[in-house]
């Protein structure tokens, strides 16, 4: 029985701990996947990159001396640039067409190659390491957990409440629930759906971005990283339901404390492996994920 | 005199056509009549084509020949069911690496290999098609593309079937077509116009199965999704037969490859194999069947042309994309039409 808990308390809790933060980041490159498609209906397939574009831009801002903090705070900005270009100038002239919804797929999956290609170009292959803003360990009843990973854990948590507020709280959030439920009958009521469209788009981008700054001093930044991180989110945006924002996070914090605690019995990559059988199962018993989507409900 | 049943079939004697005239017809639906001169010409070129090139050129044909296959299941999906698939390189890494396994442990016979990557992938593709194909839509691009991510991640990760390396030493077999007749593949030629042969076998075979009512149902499936169901036909049932042909389509690229290569590798499976396939579709034609393939050759000879002056193919194929999804919407082949279509007129 001591055994057990301590087993627990040492063992399971920390990794569980670690899920959760690994969890906090992916519920961030979810949720802006899932809001674009929920008012877009655009599978934004270059996501991942714009989550790698975040880590290799806060390594050049810091390199360039804005410090981490600045990066932190200009990244996400950057991010929502690129991607308010990627939607004005590739995006919107797709959404007309009636099968718009793998015209852009294909699209990103092109702007994807290319962003990848782009950053070695840029950045080269090498991983480089980002230097954490401030060390230190804080310890609850001999649990070890270091500063900096409780503070992504905190920012993703206030990110994901601001979200919420904003979609179901405010004015914006109403006007995007129902743009996303019936565009047509929005715009005739005056408001510019381009407005809207373009708006989701670049919080979206800017919310990987976000996550790419705030996960770099933990993992590093690599060229794969996006692509990685991508699939990985897309099991979270399938089992929560596609344009789902409660299901995006649900199933974030879900999935990543599978693959954390799957990991503690076999090898990672196997724990990965995992988190797609644990989507494929979501699918055979709810074809439509387990959530409803923006806009209703 | 007239025959009778010429004159006034009975139901279910509708006149034979001969088989040559059969051949014709695969290659000439209705929609695509003026592209049959484009597609004889084609064959032409690829005939002489190792006759005036060398021998890298050669192999290069041949393995854009092969990648050709995966290109025309992604068109047979897209093009005929309307699903993306973005997985399709999972049935071509599948069947190189079963084939490159049974030649290394278990048999040397061609045919007996192919039976088993016929059934393995027919297995495989029908439990995989169930699940992508009830969850509709944009999911079935989102589970393929994962699949296709899953099987690439465990074979680089069992380190039985090679890892990272993949598998290495596959001997070159000769494949017995009749007693006493083979073709040895260590020569380059015979195994050019295999692939060729093969290729344009297997291409009019498709034709000729989507040129039925089968492939009637299909394309109403992908025009008209909603309305399918009160006709009395099952869309499900289709969808899932043309998601287990595509698949079988791609594997034969894939029992080929490890042959001809002498390896395989993870990157077979995985996403770069896919997206080239879907990239070459879209370049050469989205429905046209004949466009793939073509699109097939250009992609590699032109990444092959590009990859002696940059290593940023990868670039170069995004950029395509985009161009071609912005821009040309009909690939290659639909301006090819058109064109010709135009050309003579009013005559179809």
């Known amino acids: 029985m001591q055994d057990l808990v301590s087993y627990l308390h040492f063992v399971v809790l920390p990794q569980m701990i670690d899920a959760l933060i690994i969890g906090a980041a992916l519920a961030l490159v979810a949720l802006g996947l899932t809001m674009i498609f929920g008012l877009l209906d655009v599978i934004n397939l270059a996501h991942g990159d714009l989550y790698m574009l975040g880590g290799y831009a806060a390594f050049t801002l810091i390199g360039w001396g804005a410090g981490y903090w600045g990066a932190l705070v200009l990244v996400p900005v950057v991010v929502a640039i690129v991607g308010w270009g990627l939607e004005e100038l590739g995006i919107r002239p797709l959404l007309p067409r009636s099968d718009r919804a793998i015209v852009t797929l294909l699209l990103t999956f092109g702007v994807s190659l290319m962003l990848r290609d782009v950053a070695q170009v840029i950045w080269g292959t090498d991983t480089h390491a980002i230097e954490a803003p401030f060390t230190g360990i804080a310890s609850f009843m001999q649990v070890f957990v270091p500063g900096y990973r409780l503070f992504v854990l905190g920012v993703g948590m206030l990110v994901i409440l601001a979200t919420w507020w904003l979609v179901y709280r405010t004015r914006i959030g109403a006007v995007l629930r129902a743009a996303a439920a019936d565009p047509p009958m929005v715009a005739s009521l005056g408001i510019p759906i381009r407005w809207v469209h373009g708006f989701t788009f670049m919080y979206g981008c800017g919310l990987a971005g976000l996550a790419g700054v705030l996960l770099s001093p933990i993992y590093a930044v690599f060229p794969t990283m996006g692509h990685d991180f991508l699939v990985m989110a897309f099991a979270v945006v399938i089992v929560g339901g596609m344009g789902s924002i409660v299901g995006a996070v649900v199933a974030a914090l879900v999935l990543a404390q599978v693959q954390g605690l799957a990991s503690l019995w076999i090898p990672p990559v196997w724990a990965e492996t995992l988190v797609y059988g644990v989507m494929l199962l979501v699918l055979v018993v709810r074809p439509g994920g387990l959530f409803n989507r923006f806009g209703e409900a | ?348």
């Open chain 2, 1 to 348: 005199m007239v025959r009778a049943d010429v004159a006034n079939p009975l139901p279910g004697q509708v006149r034979r056509r001969s088989v040559g005239q059969r051949l014709m017809r695969a290659l000439e639906p209705a929609d695509m009549r003026p592209l049959r001169g484009f597609g004889l010409a084609m064959l032409v070129v690829a005939a002489v084509f190792p006759w005036v090139a060398g021998a890298f050129y050669t192999r290069l044909a041949i393995e854009s020949l092969l990648l050709g296959t995966v290109a025309l299941s992604v068109d047979v999906l897209l093009g005929y069911a309307g699903l993306l698939s973005l997985g399709q390189a999972a049935y071509f890494g599948l069947a190189a690496y079963i084939s490159a396994l049974m030649y290394l442990h278990v048999t040397q016979s061609f045919w007996l290999v192919m039976l088993a990557v016929v059934i393995a992938v027919g297995l495989f593709s029908f439990l995989l098609g169930i699940v992508a194909i009830r969850a509709k839509g944009v999911y079935f691009a989102l589970i393929t593309f994962s699949a296709a991510e899953i099987l690439s991640k465990i074979a680089h990760n069992t380190r039985e079937i090679g890892g990272s390396d993949g598998l290495i030493g596959i001997p070159v077999p000769s494949i017995p077509l009749l007693p006493g007749i083979g073709i040895d593949l260590h020569s380059d030629l015979a195994f050019y116009y295999f692939v060729l042969v093969g290729l344009v076998l297997l291409y009019l075979g498709v034709r000729r199965i989507l040129d039925t009512a089968f492939g009637s149902v299909l394309r109403a499936i992908r025009d008209n999704p909603e309305r399918v169901p009160y006709l009395g036909y099952n869309p499900f049932w289709y969808k899932l037969s043309a998601y287990v042909l595509s698949a079988q389509i791609a594997a034969l690229g894939g029992l080929i490859y490890p042959l001809l290569r002498g390896f395989v590798a993870p990157h077979l499976l995985g996403f770069e194999v896919s997206t080239k396939a879907v990239v070459v579709s879209l370049v050469g034609g989205i429905g046209t069947l004949l466009g793939p393939l073509v699109g097939s050759v250009i992609i590699t000879f032109l990444e092959s042309f590009v990859g002696s002056y940059t290593e940023r193919h990868l670039f170069v194929l995004g950029a395509i994309f985009v161009v071609f999804v912005l821009f040309l919407p009909d690939g290659l082949l639909g301006l090819t039409r058109r064109a010709l279509a135009k050309r003579s007129g009013g005559r179809q």
